[in-house]
């Protein structure tokens, strides 16, 4: 004969099944929910930023507030989605790999690359930026074949369009690769690196904020790079095409050139201060 007390326990084993079985299909949404529908239905639009990203990303320490006119762009499409507006941390290597596991829904600031586009999606360029080179005192190549040698030392952080590029690009050079793009600019600070390849907005940032260094170098030819927003990849495009059209619409009206003008005082710079024949 089975017990009360065995009734009782069977019973509440199988109600803590039955309620941890339901529970993620909560928290996930309806099967094969895309992510247009998600964000409508949850009023949340994910997105991550990164430290030390200025003037894309700045995070204020004391408050804990994020700035940067990617910030101001994410702002505005939740505002126009309705929707709330969460951010994570991330890094620039690491932010295809955020959108692969569904952290986040949405990430500005993807250059796209033929090894990105294999595993996500891209959005229509927010805008162009150039690819060039934050170097020490002293040292000022003027185009990529002075760069291209053994001798020369280059810091990238690993996984970034910049790794990309100079692995194409610089294939002679020695590359040392660091976890994010603050620990590369060190390298160049403390003479372990000749130059950091970044593109030029953030470049220019970090030449403002550490004046000891020798300064940026644009090296031609020149080879660009569109700054774009990413997606996860889904059968359903919905998002990607809204955000497209939201994109298109705002720079037409040109809220995004004012975003990024705005922003890029921030960290001290203007348009004046971009390189002859270099532009947004």
């Known amino acids: 004969m089975v ?3 065995m009734m009782g326990s069977a019973a509440g084993i199988a109600m803590a099944m039955a309620v941890a079985s339901a ?6 949404g309806a099967p094969g929910e895309s992510t247009f529908d998600r964000i409508r239905r949850s009023k949340k639009l994910r997105s991550a930023a990164v430290p030390g990203g200025a003037p894309y990303y700045h995070k204020d320490l004391a408050s804990g507030q994020w700035r940067g006119f990617y910030i101001d762009l994410l702002k505005m499409l939740a505002e126009e989605l309705e ?6 941390e991330t890094t620039w290597g ?57 001798e020369v030392k280059i810091a990238v952080d690993t996984g970034s369009s910049q790794d990309q590029v100079v692995t194409r690009l610089l294939p002679k050079a020695t590359v040392s690769r660091f976890k994010s793009a603050d620990e590369a ?7 372990r690196a000749d130059a950091q390849c970044l593109v030029l907005i953030l470049a220019m940032a970090a030449a403002k904020k550490i004046p000891s260094l020798g300064g940026v170098v644009v090296p031609t030819p ?19 095409d809204y955000v497209n059209t939201w994109i298109e619409f705002n720079k037409g009206l040109g809220a995004v050139r004012s975003a990024i003008v705005t922003n890029m005082e921030l960290v001290g710079i203007s348009e004046a201060d971009f390189p002859p024949g270099v532009s947004l």
């Open 3 to 5: 017990s009360r007390r």
């Open 23 to 28: 529970a993620p299909a909560v928290a996930q």
């Open 83 to 88: 929707c709330e507006l969460e951010l994570i």
């Open 94 to 150: 690491n932010a295809v790999l955020d959108l692969q596991s569904n952290k986040i829904d949405i990430f500005f600031g993807l250059n796209p690359t033929p090894k990105r586009a294999l595993v996500v999606d891209f959005s229509v360029p927010c805008f162009s930026n150039a690819f060039s080179f934050l170097v020490k005192r002293g040292f000022a190549p003027k185009t990529w074949d002075e760069l291209n040698k053994p």
């Open 185 to 191: 600019t060190m390298a160049v600070q403390s003479g």
């Open 222 to 240: 020149l080879f660009a790079t569109t700054s774009n927003a990413g997606f996860r990849r889904e059968a359903d495009k919905t998002w990607r």
